[in-house]
């Protein structure tokens, strides 16, 4: 079954940058939106960054200036370069990646990679 990979995680001092990288382990046709959430113990998922087709790219407010996403649907493959990172920007980070639901599978999870800021 293909599943999404994500790789790039690590721990980074306050200021840092990492780049966050999401592949798929097969062909996928047909993705129109990939996005990157993340989830900190305690807090509710969010939605961190998000390209999508014909919509261009969007990103959360706190990440804003800081955070660019990047795609290639031909590829299956999305990228989250994080500049200027903060504590607070520590979380586990997912990759999405959606296709019209008239295919029978339309919704598409990494498993996860921890970013940790801290000095």
């Known amino acids: 079954q293909v599943q999404l990979v994500e790789f790039g995680g690590g721990l980074v001092q306050p200021g840092g940058s990492l780049t966050l990288s999401c592949t798929a382990s097969?062909?996928?046709?047909?993705?129109?939106?990939m996005r990157w959430y993340r989830h900190a113990p305690g807090k509710e998922r969010e939605l961190v960054a998000s390209i999508t087709t014909g919509s261009g790219t969007k990103y959360a407010d706190s990440v804003k200036g800081r955070f660019t996403i990047s795609g290639d649907n031909a590829k299956n493959a999305v990228w989250l370069q994080m500049a200027s990172l903060k504590p607070e920007d520590t979380a586990m980070y997912y990759c999405?990646?959606?296709?019209?639901?008239?295919?029978?599978?339309?919704?598409?999870w990494g498993q996860g990679t921890q970013v940790t800021v801290s000095s």
């Open positions: 097969g062909s996928i046709p047909g993705i129109n939106a």
């Open positions: 999405n990646a959606k296709r019209p639901s008239y295919y029978s599978k339309y919704d598409y």
